[in-house]
């Protein structure tokens, strides 16, 4: 009978053993325990301060399988008193250490928006967000997870040179 109960404790052992290391790897490809399901639409709100002018909202983190060459939509609303532009720029892939890597491709066009840069009007009651659209790139070849700061630049005309920054929220990525 010692055999037996021994036998059961070796294999329930290599049960647990393999559990672990099974979490374990999964962690060290995936860069997390659990991939989430995509995130691949956020809004955005943009609203008046008296001293800063038109700002924007913070938007909720995006996530997407960069693999999969998906649409990525920002929700706008213009609660600012004229209309505005927006656009995203500056994609850098975070360091461990915290600090940003050089700008990256991380959608087409590049920046969004898609449609190209346009005026978005102040809402109105019961109008609908406008939608600013980016088709997500594969940028690694790798299953890691990569996180990306980008920066919302925001302008009363569609001249880039007249628009400043507002934003600068994270997207997550995953090759897989």
Request: aromatic share 6%; proline share 11%; hydrophobic share 40%.
């Amino acid at each position: 009978m010692a055999n037996g109960a021994s036998f059961g404790k070796g294999v329930a052992t290599g049960v647990v053993v393999g559990a672990a290391a099974a979490v374990v790897i999964g962690y060290l490809v995936s860069g997390s325990f659990i991939v989430p399901p995509e995130r691949l639409t956020t809004a955005i709100v943009l609203t008046q301060d008296p001293t800063l002018g038109c700002i924007a909202s913070d938007p909720d983190a995006l996530w997407g399988r960069s693999n999969a060459r998906k649409p990525v939509t920002w929700n706008i609303t213009n609660n600012c008193n004229a209309p505005q532009a927006i656009q995203f720029r500056n994609f850098q892939e975070k360091n461990p250490n915290g600090t940003l890597g050089a700008p990256v491709t991380l959608f087409d066009p590049t920046p969004p928006p898609n449609p190209p840069l346009q005026l978005i009007p102040v809402a109105t009651a019961g109008s609908a967000p406008v939608p600013v659209t980016g088709t997500l790139q594969h940028v690694h070849g790798n299953i890691l997870r990569h996180i990306y700061k980008y920066e919302i630049w925001i302008g009363p005309t569609v001249d880039p040179t007249q628009m400043q920054k507002v934003r600068d929220p994270d997207i997550e990525t995953w090759d897989q």
